[in-house]
C-alpha cells in the first residue's frame, strides 16, 4: 500500500521486532505466534521496510499457511511489486472476506486493475460502515486511491487529536499527495518536534524534498535519519536517489552498497548503481564484469524471486549501461546486441532508443541515429533525466538542432520543470533560435543584465551564431535566477553550460 496505518508500538516491541528479523537472518528464528508476526510485519511495513516485512510475512505463512492478516500483507506485496495476479490468488485464499481489511484489499486491488467502478463502490459501502475507529484506515485506502481531498477531508471532519502523532503523520500524507509541499513540511516539523528521534519521519520529510527538487534538503533530513539509526534502510536508499539526481553517483552507490549490505535492496538495484559510478569514472571492463556477477546471482537464485527482477525497468536500465559501456570500449557489435535484445525482451524503454540512437550515430548513420532519438524522447517513459543525456549525446554528435526538438517535445511535458526550462533555453540559444529564447525569457520573467543583454542583442541582430562563452554566461546567469526562485539544485552545472 501506498500508505501504511499509523504503528504505535512501544520501544520493548520494536526492540523484539529488530531482535526477530536478526535471528531470522541467521536462521535462528523462533516459533511465534501469528498475530504477533502480522503485528511486526505491520511495524517494517509502518517505516517503509519492505524487505524485512516479506521476510517476516514469508516466514510467518511458512508456519501460518492460513492466517488472514499474513496472507493479507502477502496480497499487499504483490501489488507493491504490480504483481496482481499473484495477489489475486492471495485474496481467494482470504476466507473472511467481509472483514473491513479485506475489502479494502479487493478495492485496491481492482483499482490497480483498472476496475474503478468496482473500487469506488468498495469505497462507498466502506464509508457506509465508517466508524470512527476506521478513520485512519479509511484515510490510507483513499489516498492509494489517488483521492488525496477526500482523504483530507474525512481526517479533518473526525474527531482523532489534531495534535496526536497519528493525525498528523496522515495529514501531512494528504498534504503531499496534494502537491501543497508547504502545509507537508510544516506538519512533519510538527510531529519531528513530538518524536526527533523517529528516522521514519526525518525520511518522509526528505522524501517531500525530494519531490520538490531540494535534494540538498533531502539529504539533510535522510542524514538526520540515519543519525537515529545508522542502518536505516530507507533513507539509505532515499539519500542514494537524491545523490543519483545530483548526478554524485559514487554517493548514490556508496548509499546502495550499505543498503544491499543489510539486505534492503536487490541485487538489480545495488548492480545498478555500481555500474552507473564504474562507468562515471571510465571503468569500463569492471562496470561489465559487475553485470555479469549480477546475472551469476539471478541465475542462481529462487526463480519466483529472481523472474521479477528480470523483468523490472531497472534489470532493463542496467542492461542498457552495459550496452552504453560496449559502445565506449568500440565494440559496437556487442553493443547493438545487448540493446536488440533489451528492446526484444522489454520493448520500447526510451533509454535503449538512446543507446540504439548512440550505436547509429557511433557508425556515422545519422538518419538512423535522429530516428532513435525521435522514438527515444517521445517514449511515454522518457524522464527529464534521459532528456539531458540526450541532449549531450546530440552536442556531441554535432546535431544540436536535434537537441532543440527534443526539449522543445520536454518542454511541452514539463512545463514546470525548472530543469527543462533552463535546458529549452540553452538549445535555443546554441541552434539561434533567438526569437524563442527572447519570448521564453519574457514568459518566464527570466531579465538578462543589461551588460548580457547589449551582447545577446548584437548577436541577433547580426543574425550571427553566439559564442560558446556568452552561451556559458547567459546560461549561468539564468540559472542562478532560476535555482533562487524555485529552490531548485541543479543535477549538474555542466548541462547548462
Not at 126 to 154: G, N
Not at 182 to 210: G, H, M, S
Not at 409 to 435: E, F, I, R, S
Amino acid at each position: 500500500m501506498a500508505r501504511k496505518l499509523y504503528c504505535g508500538q512501544d520501544a520493548e516491541f520494536q526492540r523484539m521486532a529488530d531482535e526477530f528479523i536478526e535471528k531470522l537472518h541467521q536462521g535462528k528464528a523462533e516459533y511465534m505466534d501469528a498475530s504477533t508476526l502480522a503485528d511486526i510485519a505491520d511495524y517494517f511495513a509502518f517505516n517503509g521496510m519492505g524487505f524485512q516485512m516479506k521476510e517476516t510475512v514469508d516466514f510467518g505463512l511458512s508456519i501460518h499457511p492460513n492466517h488472514s492478516d499474513l496472507l493479507l500483507q502477502k496480497a499487499f506485496l504483490y501489488i507493491d511489486r504490480g504483481e496482481y495476479d499473484k495477489a489475486e490468488a492471495i485474496y481467494q485464499q482470504i476466507e473472511n472476506k467481509e472483514s473491513k481489511e479485506v475489502r479494502q484489499l479487493e478495492a485496491l486491488l481492482a483499482y490497480r486493475q483498472d476496475d474503478v467502478a468496482k473500487a469506488d463502490d468498495i469505497l462507498d459501502s466502506l464509508k457506509d460502515d465508517f466508524e470512527p475507529e476506521d478513520t485512519f484506515s479509511l484515510v490510507c485506502l483513499m489516498l492509494d486511491l489517488d483521492r488525496p481531498d477526500e482523504a483530507l477531508q474525512l481526517l479533518e471532519a473526525s474527531d482523532a487529536d489534531p495534535e496526536g502523532d497519528a493525525y498528523l503523520d496522515n495529514k501531512a500524507a494528504c498534504y503531499r499527495a496534494l502537491g501543497e509541499y508547504d502545509e507537508a513540511i510544516k506538519t512533519l516539523n510538527l510531529l519531528i518536534d513530538k518524536q526527533p528521534f523517529q528516522p521514519r519521519v526525518w525520511n518522509e520529510l526528505a522524501e517531500c524534498y525530494l519531490d520538490i527538487h531540494q535534494y540538498d534538503k533531502a539529504i539533510e533530513a535522510c542524514d538526520f535519519a540515519l543519525a537515529t539509526d545508522e542502518d536505516y534502510i530507507p533513507s539509505l536508499l532515499l539519500k542514494g536517489s537524491a545523490y543519483s539526481l545530483l548526478n554524485n553517483c559514487k554517493e548514490y552507490y556508496n548509499c546502495y552498497s550499505q543498503a544491499y549490505e543489510l539486505g534492503g535492496t536487490s541485487v538489480v538495484a545495488f548492480t545498478y548503481a555500481k555500474v552507473l559510478y564504474l562507468a562515471s569514472i571510465d571503468e569500463w571492463d569492471k562496470a561489465l564484469v559487475a553485470i555479469e556477477e549480477m546475472e551469476k546471482e539471478l541465475t542462481a537464485g529462487n526463480v519466483e524471486e529472481t523472474e521479477p527482477l528480470r523483468r523490472s525497468e531497472m534489470y532493463a536500465s542496467t542492461l542498457n549501461l552495459g550496452t552504453f559501456c560496449f559502445i565506449q570500449k568500440g565494440l559496437i557489435n556487442e553493443a547493438k546486441e545487448i540493446a536488440m535484445k533489451t528492446i526484444r525482451t522489454y520493448g520500447e524503454y526510451a533509454e535503449t532508443r538512446r543507446m540504439m540512437a548512440l550505436i547509429a550515430a557511433n557508425q556515422g548513420q545519422m538518419d538512423e541515429a535522429r530516428a532513435n532519438w525521435r522514438k527515444c524522447y517521445q517514449n511515454e517513459d522518457a524522464t527529464v533525466d534521459t532528456l539531458y543525456a540526450l541532449v549531450a549525446d546530440c552536442v556531441e554528435y554535432d546535431e544540436q538542432e536535434m537537441g532543440f526538438e527534443a526539449m522543445k517535445w520536454g518542454y511541452d511535458c514539463y512545463p514546470n520543470d525548472p530543469g527543462v526550462l533552463l535546458m529549452y533555453l540553452n538549445t535555443c540559444l546554441l541552434c539561434a533560435h533567438y526569437d524563442l529564447f527572447e519570448a521564453l525569457c519574457a514568459k518566464h520573467h527570466l531579465p538578462l543584465p543589461d551588460h548580457l543583454n547589449e551582447k545577446f542583442q548584437a548577436t541577433k541582430q547580426a543574425n550571427e551564431q553566439m559564442n560558446g562563452k556568452l552561451i556559458i554566461e547567459i546560461n549561468a546567469e539564468l540559472a542562478k535566477i532560476v535555482m533562487k526562485r524555485y529552490k531548485f539544485n541543479l543535477p549538474d552545472e555542466q548541462l547548462f553550460q
